[in-house]
């Protein structure tokens, strides 16, 4: 195999845990790098990064958003959901999952909350958690993963 094709089957197989499925354990520790970034570099900024397509937080389906507590989103990469108040939004199994992420944050300061969600490939609902820690006072950062 000459290097050139060693170099781009390396990029692909780097590439590939953003590609597929992430586990628990991926999204947990994205979200606590996140955490740290905010605490060290203050929520404005952080949000600011958050909000940022292909910035250091949107490892492709891998990327955390954040709200604040009143259920407004503060960044999305990739939706425009910035500045939408989705307290009240139910999925389809009738989970309040903004208003969870919330409680989640205020009861524990961090952890995970299931929900369902359209899966991107597919466009099904599927079986989606996300971990969910606050920062700040009155915001949190989250990220999920597809359990099936």
């Known amino acids: 195999m000459n290097k050139f094709m060693k170099v781009g089957l390396a990029f692909i197989l780097s590439s590939a845990s ?3 499925a992430l586990t628990a354990d991926e999204v947990k520790a994205h979200v606590l790098k996140g955490a740290e970034y905010c605490k060290d570099k203050g929520v404005s900024v952080c949000v600011d990064e958050i909000e940022k397509k292909s910035g250091m937080f949107d490892k492709g389906e891998l990327y955390i958003w954040a709200n604040d507590f009143k259920g407004v989103i503060t960044a999305h990469p990739k939706k425009p959901l910035k500045g939408k108040n989705l307290y009240r939004y139910k999925d389809k199994a009738g989970n309040q999952l903004f208003k969870n992420f ?3 944050v205020q009861s524990s300061d961090q952890g995970w909350v299931d929900y369902v969600w359209a899966h991107p490939k597919t466009g099904k609902q599927t079986p989606k958690s996300s971990f969910v820690i606050g ?5 949190l950062i989250g990220a999920g993963y597809y359990k099936e």
Do not use: M, P, S, V
Not at 135 to 139: A, D, F, P
């Open 18 to 20: 953003y590609a597929f």
């Open 135 to 139: 920062i700040g006072e009155n915001q």
């Open 102 to 104: 919330i409680d989640k």
